[in-house]
């Protein structure tokens, strides 16, 4: 479930095994969706975190 922070964002914390990686990506207002520059790397259209 996602909680509100301080700030007005929302956040979701999801546990992840060790030693794998993900595809993510975020979605904002209106529907946008968008990668994390600064993420472990980029598959396609997602961003992606080694675990």
């Known amino acids: ?21 993900h595809s993510f990506r975020y979605l904002a207002a209106g529907g946008y969706w968008f990668d994390d520059d600064q993420a472990d790397g980029h598959d396609g259209a997602n961003s992606r975190v080694h675990t």
Request: hydrophobic residues 35%; aromatic residues 0%.
């Open 1 to 21: 479930p996602l909680t509100s922070r301080g700030d007005g964002s929302r956040a979701a914390t999801v546990v992840l095994p060790a030693h794998s990686r």
